[in-house]
């Protein structure tokens, strides 16, 4: 099957890509999180609107962030909110990359409004292991 892509800009359509993470119930949303959208449309956007929707679907999250106060604050332990975040002390991401489902991963880039969603099972799979080496080599 040829991968499929799809890409979103502007603030209205960046976060319409978002949603499509929610798309798969009971899975484990992985990647590296940017403070990008938390300053764009801050922590209300991520720790309402989208946290409940996550949480209906028994999506966890498991990032990895940058050493900042906002990205220690997020990363608390929250045993009710289904997240692990662990922080890279060498690590400033400005763009989000997300690795969700069997096959998808979005890049999204609240700094530049825009986002791409790729739909293939060997970017996807490759993505994984690179955060799986990443996050097995970070403190809990």
Do not use: C
Not at 97 to 104: A, E, F, Q, S, V
């Amino acid at each position: 099957k040829a991968p499929v892509t799809r890409s979103f800009s502007g603030k209205s359509q960046l976060l319409d890509a978002y949603f499509d993470t929610l798309t798969t119930p009971n899975d484990t949303l992985r990647g590296w999180l940017s403070e990008g959208g938390w300053s764009e449309h801050g922590l209300d956007f991520f720790l309402t609107t989208y946290r409940t929707k996550r949480l209906k679907q028994n999506i966890r999250n498991e990032f990895i962030v940058s050493n900042t106060p906002t990205m220690q604050e997020y990363a608390k332990d929250d045993p009710a909110a289904l997240k692990e975040i662990r922080i890279d002390q060498d690590f400033t991401p400005q763009t989000d990359l997300l690795i969700y489902g069997t096959n998808k991963i979005i890049i999204a880039s609240f700094y530049e409004q825009m986002g791409v969603i790729i739909e293939s099972e060997h970017v996807h799979n490759l993505l994984k292991q690179i955060f799986e080496s990443q996050w097995l080599n970070l403190e809990k």
